[in-house]
Every structure is written in C-alpha cells, then in structure tokens.
Nanobody, 116 residues
Framework: QVQLMESGGGLVPPGGSLRLSCAAS????????MAWYRQPPGKQRELVAT???????NYRDSVKGRFTISRDTAEDTVYLQMDSLKPDDTAVYYC??????????WGQGTQVTVSS
C-alpha cells in the first residue's frame, strides 16, 4: 500500500502563494489519477484538482486560473501550486492516489490557512 506524505501548508495572507507537495512511497506512474482534495472547516471534503497518468489535468471551477497541479515522476511527487489565495481556500488539503481498478489511498493532510 502506498504511503502519501503532504507538506507545504501554513498561514498565508490573502493574495499570497503556497506550494503543496505530496511525496509517494512508490512510483506515481502506476496510478491512474493523482488528486488533491480539501476539507474546509465544518464542510465536506471536496475535489480540488486531478492529474492523470497521461498528464491531463482538471480543476474545480473556484480554483481555475489560480491553482496548478503538476508532478515530478523522477521524484514520485505531486505538487499543487496555489496563487492568489483567498480566505475561502482555508482548509486541510489531502493528497489521494487512485490505482487502476479503483483502489484509493490518502495522505494525512496539511493545513492551509489564508488570513490577514
């Protein structure tokens, strides 16, 4: 079973930037999809961005143009570059791997707080 370790969260003022990292314990090319989710305070977990094994990306509407998902297959790491952050982006951010066949694994999460 893959281990996923997120890092890079923190406190940032509105308009600021953060880059989250998700390091996998195995090669990420074996997964059909790698994804970032987030769970705002008091709300359900929601999908933020995905990247497929072919490199195709997709984003939730509220982050399009501000967030960028990418991967480094040599480092087995997936990134989420977050720019122009807003208070509504405050959440615990989780990395997820989706294997061919549907098995999913989650990281432990990293807190992102956008506040002045």
């Amino acid at each position: 079973q893959v281990q996923l370790m997120e890092s890079g969260g923190g406190l940032v003022p509105p308009g600021g930037s953060l880059r989250l990292s998700c390091a996998a314990s195995t090669t990420i090319t074996k997964f059909e999809v790698m994804a970032w989710y987030r769970q705002p305070p008091g709300k359900q977990r929601e999908l933020v961005a995905t990247i497929t094994t072919s490199g195709s990306t997709n984003y939730r509407d509220s982050v399009k143009g501000r967030f960028t998902i990418s991967r480094d297959t040599a480092e087995d790491t997936v990134y989420l570059q977050m720019d122009s952050l807003k208070p509504d982006d405050t959440a615990v951010y989780y990395c997820q791997s989706q294997a061919f066949g549907g098995y999913t694994s989650w990281g432990q999460g990293t807190q992102v707080t956008v506040s002045s």
